[in-house]
Nanobody, 123 residues
Framework: VQLQASGGGLVQAGGSLRLSCAASGITFSNYAVGWFRQTPGKEREFVAVISWRGLSTSYADSVKGRFTISRDHAENTVYLQMNSLKHEDTAIYYC?????????????????WGQGTQVTVSS
């Protein structure tokens, strides 16, 4: 069972990155999937979530209008398109599978986690 997050890197403020979360050994298609992020000394925080069919999404206020979450069932992959990046978006980004089909922002409702990918935005 593995979630592989990728696509992180170093980008200038105002730039874009697209993160990918690929699943192996588990089924993504019947569950909501979310992205979270964490910086040193702070708790992991919710970023975005998408429902099992991709018809519902939710975003943290800090990323609303800049980030877009999407999913490709055929590829068993969830994406996070990040535009207009800011220095404060710098963090390790984690993808996680919820235990339910519907969107939730509660971290304890996510049962499988990827290893994280570093995003660094230079100001």
């Amino acid at each position: 069972v593995q979630l592989q997050a990728s696509g992180g890197g170093l980008v200038q403020a105002g730039g874009s990155l697209r993160l990918s979360c690929a699943a192996s050994g588990i089924t993504f298609s019947n569950y909501a999937v979310g992205w979270f992020r964490q910086t040193p000394g702070k708790e992991r925080e919710f970023v975005a979530v998408i429902s099992w069919r991709g018809l519902s999404t939710s975003y943290a206020d800090s990323v609303k209008g800049r980030f877009t979450i999407s999913r490709d069932h055929a590829e068993n992959t969830v994406y996070l398109q990040m535009n207009s990046l800011k220095h404060e978006d710098t963090a390790i980004y984690y993808c996680a599978r919820s235990g339910d089909r519907w969107i939730t922002t509660r971290i304890y409702e996510f049962d499988y986690w990827g290893q994280g990918t570093q995003v660094t935005v230079s100001s």
